[in-house]
């Protein structure tokens, strides 16, 4: 199927089952390290690489000799934060002798709906991903209470993938793929190769989760499926506790993938489009025919600014007649826009007093 090696951006999700020996509660190492080879291979292929990682609540839990049965939340809270750190620093180490630099970025699920905080942690991604950053992802379990928890990161990792708009997704699993029904229970169950859409007819099939330290089972990877495919992202769901489990995808292991609906960046357009906009911005001759040739709105072609608006909010773009010409994601506030509209790049600072971007819009952030 689908090489990973021509992936522009890839996001592997890492189950607990996988990180963690079930037995034992320790780390496994030799797995971890086999892994941080194929992230080295992905990036020496010129692939960018986000990691979502569970494990946090597995490896606190036998630090703390919690029980393997059912915790209360205080508990997987404590034991997520003792956990986490330790995770986080095992992926530094792994990935440190391959020259790699890693970040722990902690999510929760507030940070996809609140799109200020959403733009910000995309923003935050963006600019580790272009220093060459491998970003590990969690949920941020210490503050996510039951209402606002993914609970799985099945869901986060396809969330991950949508904001950075990855054009493939891995879901790690202790499972080489989906099946008919769930294969711990049905010995007749077979595996798809390819799920072109996920009808209710596949909805049936799946299944909860099968080991005590995982959470989502089959019903949250097809949630994320939905939600990656719809964004452009190919996600597939592959057996992750070989060693090499990325390297084995690519030589051709079982998986089952399930096909892109769109492409990334239609994606994203369609959704700058539905934005309710909070204000306009008018433009000058000069900027129509730049935006119309595929460049970012600068202020400099910026005549008019009206409403009031912060930053990553919605706005119409207008030209001189008040024709609508779309609508684009701003990075300065409406009281920045009116301070800077007409002025050269290289007046910008002057202007606000501290340093800014020169585009109002960048080109990727408008939909026309
Ligand atoms: N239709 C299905 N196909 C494959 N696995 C299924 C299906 N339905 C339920 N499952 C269960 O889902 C498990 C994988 O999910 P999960 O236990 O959450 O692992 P992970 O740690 O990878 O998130 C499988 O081991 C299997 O027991
Ligand atoms: N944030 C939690 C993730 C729990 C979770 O999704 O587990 P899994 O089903 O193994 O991916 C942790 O780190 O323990």
């Given at each position: 199927m689908a090489s990973l090696s021509t992936a522009k951006r890839l996001v592997a999700k890492i189950g607990s089952a996988l990180l963690v020996d079930r037995a034992t509660g320790a780390l496994r190492r030799d797995w971890l390290a086999s892994l941080a080879e194929d992230v080295a291979w992905l990036k020496g292929q010129g692939t960018e690489v986000v990691l979502v990682s569970s494990g946090s609540i597995a490896l606190g839990r036998?630090?703390?000799?919690?029980?393997?049965?059912?915790?209360?939340?205080?508990?997987?809270?404590?034991?997520?934060?003792?956990?986490?750190?330790?995770?986080?620093?095992?992926?530094?180490?792994?990935?440190?002798?391959?020259?790699?630099?890693?970040?722990?970025?902690?999510?929760?699920?507030?940070?996809?709906?609140?799109?200020?905080?959403?733009?910000?942690?995309?923003?935050?991604?963006?600019?580790?991903?272009?220093?060459?950053?491998?970003?590990?992802?969690?949920?941020?379990?210490?503050?996510?209470?039951?209402?606002?928890?993914?609970?799985?990161?099945?869901?986060?990792?396809?969330?991950?993938?949508?904001?950075?708009?990855?054009?493939?997704?891995?879901?790690?699993?202790?499972?080489?793929?989906?099946?008919?029904?769930?294969?711990?229970?049905?010995?007749?169950?077979?595996?798809?190769?390819?799920?072109?859409?996920?009808?209710?007819?596949?909805?049936?099939?799946?299944?909860?989760?099968?080991?005590?330290?995982?959470?989502?089972?089959?019903?949250t990877k097809l949630i994320a499926a939905r939600t990656a495919t719809a964004a452009?992202?190919?996600?597939?769901?592959?057996?992750?506790?070989?060693?090499?489990?990325?390297?084995?995808?690519?030589?051709?292991?079982?998986?089952?993938?399930?096909?892109?609906?769109?492409?990334?960046?239609?994606?994203?357009?369609r959704w700058i489009a539905a934005m309710k906009p909070r204000g306009t911005v008018t433009l000058d001759a000069g900027a129509v025919d730049a935006l119309h040739a595929g460049k970012s709105l600068l202020a400099a072609g910026i005549t008019g600014v009206a409403g009031r608006f912060q930053r990553g909010d919605a706005v119409a773009i207008a030209d001189a007649g008040g024709h609508i010409l779309g609508h684009g994601l701003t990075r300065y506030t409406a009281d920045e826009a009116r301070a800077i509209r007409g002025r050269k790049s290289h007046e910008i600072e002057a202007v606000l007093g501290y340093p800014a971007r020169a585009a109002l819009i960048h080109r990727d952030d408008m939909a026309l």
């Open positions: 036998g630090v703390l000799g919690l029980p393997a049965t059912e915790l209360a939340l205080e508990q997987s809270q404590a034991a997520a934060a003792v956990g986490q750190i330790r995770l986080a620093r095992a992926y530094e180490e792994m990935l440190a002798p391959h020259d790699i630099t890693t970040a722990q970025v902690l999510v929760t699920l507030e940070d996809s709906t609140d799109r200020r905080r959403y733009l910000n942690s995309r923003a935050t991604l963006e600019q580790l991903l272009s220093m060459r950053v491998v970003p590990i992802v969690n949920e941020n379990d210490t503050v996510a209470t039951d209402e606002i928890r993914f609970g799985d990161n099945d869901r986060l990792a396809a969330q991950i993938a949508v904001t950075v708009g990855a054009d493939q997704l891995i879901l790690l699993s202790d499972v080489d793929g989906f099946y008919t029904a769930n294969p711990a229970l049905d010995r007749d169950a077979t595996r798809y190769d390819v799920i072109e859409r996920i009808t209710a007819d596949i909805e049936k099939m799946a299944g909860d989760a099968g080991s005590g330290l995982s959470k989502g089972g089959m019903k452009g992202c190919a996600m597939a769901i592959t057996e992750g506790s070989v060693l090499n489990p990325l390297r084995a995808l690519e030589n051709g292991a079982n998986a089952t993938w399930f096909t892109a609906q769109t492409d990334p960046q239609a994606a994203r357009k």
